[in-house]
């Protein structure tokens, strides 16, 4: 067990940031987007509490990776596979399965920005090219390097959306009525989805890993890895609210409304052109595309380290092996299956089967985090990092809302609704 050591005296500085800028990039999708769009452009500013409570959510769930990876030293699939192998049963598919579905996703969601901004190839085209190069970024870069990256992609996506969102003169009274917990009629759904969808999800346990590249590996950064951590979270949720407020101000005040799916930022890129001419949209476009390519990135370094992790275990080697860190060949096997193979998708569409058996997987992936959480943060290893009471109810609280979320997700990908 990792050596107890007491926090440093570290105070809160923008220079301690580091995976948690990560996170920001990674976690926020175009599907996030969307979603808060429409959220937006159906019940105006009704629904900012649920992202709020959904960065809250995040925040919870983010730190007990986290606190897990410094306190013990080892990984969160370390942690998994001493709960028994029924963890493996369950993330081995998961871990596969999501990357050929999701690989397509976010090449097509930064294809679709760049068709839009440079109509000179499809879509399709542009998101193999977007693959390829966010591959190689990850393939040959160091950490460090591709931490840089995603800042800049984070500054982009924060001048453009936020930018959105102060163009449209926000109703400053209005946001703020909308931080009281309210539920309108037929807004349960887009309650869930805001609470639950604000953030990642496989990527909230990458952090660990993140948090080994950057160096921190030792309880000693527990506090600059709690502030890291929340940094993320509040600049994430500044994202999502400004989503929010275009949706309210552009589209729910006219009555307008656009369709689900990344297309719907496309739609809105016209909502702004017709209203503040054509340098508005292209700034906007220009904004989708950093959103989409900074969640391919995060997720071509993230999930691969996860996976790079899974492989160095099954062949028995040490935590430390330089194969399964950024850069080493366990590593580079996950950023192929990302890349290459999902391609076939992009042209002629996604296969229903391997969908449906994405959403199985994936709708219990967040109840899986939070409960296994539950038993890694009380066992003996965390030493004085155990859970508290409050923090055992938030897990549980957590584990049930995402379990919700999981079932109503599979229920709709059965019936279509």
Known sequence: MASQTSEPNVKPSWKLVGPGLVVAATGVGAADLVATLVAGARFGYVLLWAVVLGCLLKIVLVEGVGRWTLATGTSIYEGWAKLGKWTSVYFVPYIIIWGFVYGAAAMSGSGLGLNALFPILPTWAWGMLSGVVGAALVWFGRYSTFERICAIFVGVMFITVCGA?????????????????????????????????????????????????????????????????????????????????????????????????????????????????????????????????????????????????????VRKESIDSPKARTGGVYYKIYILWLTFPPMIMLPFGRPEGLIIAYTVLGAFFMPFLGLTLIFLLNSKEMGQWKNRWYANVGLVLIAALFAYLGFNELIGAFTGD
């Open 165 to 313: 969102a102060i163009l449209t003169v926000p109703n400053l009274g209005e946001i703020f009525s909308g931080l009281v917990p309210r539920l309108p009629e037929g807004s349960t759904v887009y309650v869930l989805s805001l609470a639950g969808g604000v953030g990642g999800t496989i990527t909230l346990a990458a952090y660990g890993y993140w948090l080994r590249e950057k160096g921190w590996s030792t309880p000693r950064f527990m506090k600059v890895m709690r502030i890291d951590n929340t940094m993320a979270y509040v600049v994430t949720g500044i994202f999502v609210i400004a989503t929010l407020i275009v949706g309210a101000e552009l589209l729910y005040s006219a009555g307008q409304s656009v369709q689900s799916g990344d297309k719907g930022l496309v739609e809105l890129a016209g909502v702004l052109e017709s209203r503040y001419g054509v340098w508005a949209s292209k700034v906007f476009l220009i904004g989708l595309f950093a959103v989409a390519f900074s969640s391919l990135i995060g997720v071509w370094n993230g999930v691969s380290l996860m996976f790079a992790d899974f492989l160095r275990r």
